[in-house]
């Protein structure tokens, strides 16, 4: 038996979210086309025949510019503390920027193994532009391995997986198999209120 924690990494809008609904089999984290959706680091545990995988998803990596983004990045650097393994989102679709130069700096800084996911490939229209993001990636880190993904389909997902438990060390089941997440019942239904909201306001911005 194989059990660990696996920190989600990477800047706002990446995907975290997307991935860990994916990743656990069951909505528990908002998912908004909004940066800064998730304030609040979200525990979801993937239960797997020989591997318990306790998953970590975190607000997006940012430069704080007020109050509750300075308590968002608390939780992330929390999130960076006494994991097994990191796993660095990026949304392959946009350019290479200097927030996702921050972002890497915060890996390094962590002295923890990690591997980096290429979000959003489905989107890609040119699947050549990934192998010199990857090169530039290669270049600021020795990521452990990396893996073009949609999280939004689940193309690469399960490559994924399987390089994630490789990793962790031998351990115990910490969790039941039948828990899922640390958010109660109806802290979830009041997200999914939240999320609900964003979406509608967003549409009646774009609307009006
Ligand atoms: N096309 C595509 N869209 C994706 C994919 N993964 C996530 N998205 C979209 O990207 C947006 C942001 O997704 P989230 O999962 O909320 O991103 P996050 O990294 O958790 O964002 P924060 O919580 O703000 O840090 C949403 O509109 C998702 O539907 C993907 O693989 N492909
Ligand atoms: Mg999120």
Do not use: C, W
């Amino acid at each position: 038996m194989k059990s660990g924690f696996v920190s989600l990494l990477g800047r706002p809008n990446a995907g975290k979210s997307t991935l860990l609904n994916r990743l656990v089999g069951t909505k528990i984290a908002v998912v908004a086309d909004k940066p800064q959706t998730t304030r609040e680091t979200i525990q979801g545990v993937a239960h797997f025949p020989d591997a318990q995988v306790v998953f970590l998803d975190s607000p997006g990596i940012h430069e704080p510019r007020n109050k509750l983004n300075r308590r968002m990045m608390r939780e992330v650097k929390n999130a960076l503390e006494a994991r097994d393994l990191l796993l660095l989102l990026v949304d392959a679709t946009v350019p290479f920027g200097r927030g996702d130069e921050r972002a890497v700096e915060l890996v390094r800084s962590a002295r923890t193994p990690a591997l980096l996911a290429l979000n959003k490939i489905d989107r890609l229209v040119r699947k050549d532009a990934l192998l010199p993001l990857i090169d530039k990636y290669r270049t600021m880190h020795d990521f452990e391995e990396y893996f073009p993904i949609s999280a939004l389909t689940g193309k690469g997902v399960e490559e994924l997986v399987p390089a994630l438990i490789r990793r962790l060390p031998e351990g115990p089941q910490y969790f039941p198999p039948d828990y899922i997440t640390d958010q109660p019942l109806r802290h979830l239904a009041a997200e999914l209120v939240r999320e609900k909201v964003i979406q509608e306001t967003r549409e009646a911005r774009l609307a009006g």
